[in-house]
């Protein structure tokens, strides 16, 4: 199983600052990797696919990088609904989450 | 509205059995492959279950694999999870999720998911 690690668990960062989130693959995954954003009480949405395209009606303040074993996620300038959980997944072998890092205002 | 939508969650005994359903709309249901993930209180995101748009590839996760069965009524626009031999691991929320539209592969990434349904395995 491709195991999936996010760095750091919480970050915490002020509105208009930019955050980068860290996600990493115990072996290579090309670039079949998602980034999904979750709020209490509700189900995940897809922010990024194939590591760097956009999914629909995301923001351009949302931004994948990275190949192989090492993504990140940039978030600029970050606005109040942005403070929530994000995970990454990989879908190259089945499908695992990394185990999530909460964005919290600081 | 594009949308899906869980029901059949409840309280259930160790060893019990469930039955869960997910109503898509919006959306031509049988042209995607469909997937339920599950998310335990306060933990992360797991993977469970898998079925291509025509049912002919199935996957499971390795701890519900021989307990739990995934299938689809595209008639109907419905998903369904059945679950046997429930323990009280699992316990959690669980959603059903979307294969992207534009997927070439059988993996790819989950573009709509549900507002998830609690089961809670205890006695």
């Known amino acids: 199983e491709i195991v999936m690690t996010q760095s750091p668990a919480t970050l915490s960062v002020s509105p208009g600052e930019r955050a980068t989130l860290s996600c990493r693959a115990s072996q290579s995954i090309s670039n079949n990797l998602a980034w999904y954003q979750q709020k209490p009480g509700q189900g995940p949405r897809l922010l990024i696919y194939?590591?760097?395209t956009r999914a629909t009606s995301v923001s351009d303040r949302f931004s994948g990088s990275g190949s192989g074993t090492e993504f990140t996620l940039t978030i600029s300038s970050l606005r109040s609904e942005d403070f929530a959980v994000y995970y990454c997944q990989q879908y190259d072998n089945s499908w695992t989450f990394g185990q999530g890092t909460k964005v919290e205002i600081k | 509205e594009v949308q899906l939508v869980e029901s059949g969650g409840n309280l259930v005994q160790p060893g019990g059995s469930l039955r869960l359903s997910c109503a898509a709309s919006?959306?031509?249901?049988?042209?995607?492959?469909m997937s339920w993930v599950r998310q335990a209180p306060g933990k992360g995101l797991e993977w469970v279950s898998y079925i291509s748009s025509s049912s002919s590839n199935i996957y499971y996760a390795d701890s519900v694999g021989g307990r739990f069965t995934i299938s689809r009524d595209n008639a109907k626009n419905s998903l369904y999870l059945q679950m046997n031999s429930l323990r009280d691991e699992d316990t959690a929320v669980y959603y059903c999720a979307r294969l992207r539209v534009g997927a070439t592969y059988v993996f790819d990434a989950f573009d709509l998911w549900g507002q998830g349904t609690v089961v809670t395995v205890s006695s």
């Open positions: 919006g959306f031509t249901f049988g042209d995607l492959g």
């Open positions: 194939h590591a760097s």
